[in-house]
């Protein structure tokens, strides 16, 4: 996908919506609000969006037969935020892992199912524990800050899943959202 670099922002060739929500979106993180609020505020920025025609281009919305797929949308060039769009296939999922930042999400299309964890310690070692699973369908969103966001989601539907996520990291450097994977717990596939 080519980029160019508009109003001091990094930007892939984008949808309308998209470009609207990158300028609203920058608007709420600009107040240097808690991580928590902030994510809970540019969430209810993509409620309307989500399911709507327009939001992606084609290409953006395609998947890789492999595993699931990101597509970065907007990287802000001081790094406080990307937006990105991962596309499931059907039983495609994440490792087991936690983010480097704050991050909200919605679904535009299908449904996710996640797990959620945490991790307990005796001091000296460490096991994680399943504490919820939620099943996510188009239209729902999820806000999060770490510490406490260890999770994985999968697309356990017979149909294509699509979700927006918007990081207050920059994700065009880091390529990935991912801080840390951690091992299946025994048992678990
Ligand atoms: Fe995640």
């Given at each position: 996908m080519t980029s160019s670099l508009v109003s001091g922002a990094v930007v892939a060739r984008v949808t309308p919506a998209i470009d609207d929500l990158v300028v609203t979106a920058r608007e709420v993180i600009q107040r240097g609000l808690p991580p928590e609020l902030t994510a809970h505020l540019v969430g209810e920025l993509i409620v309307p969006l989500l399911?709507?025609?327009?939001?992606?281009?084609a290409e953006q919305c395609e998947g890789h037969p492999d595993r699931y797929r990101q597509h970065v949308l907007h990287a802000e060039t001081d790094g406080s935020f990307s937006i990105v769009a991962l596309v499931w296939l059907p039983g495609q999922r994440t490792t087991i892992h936690d983010h480097v930042s704050w991050c909200v999400t919605g679904v535009h299309q299908g449904q996710e199912s996640e797990r959620r964890y945490r991790l307990m310690t005796d001091g000296r070692t460490s096991r994680l524990i399943p504490t919820e699973d939620v099943t996510n369908p188009t239209g729902a969103i999820a806000a999060f800050a770490p510490p406490g966001d260890i999770h994985r989601v999968r697309n356990a539907c017979a149909t294509k899943a699509i979700s927006i996520h918007v990081y207050g990291a920059d994700i065009s450097r880091l390529?990935?959202?991912?801080?840390r994977t951690y091992r299946d717990p025994e048992g678990e596939q």
């Open positions: 399911g709507t025609p327009d939001l992606l281009t390529g990935t959202s991912i801080r």
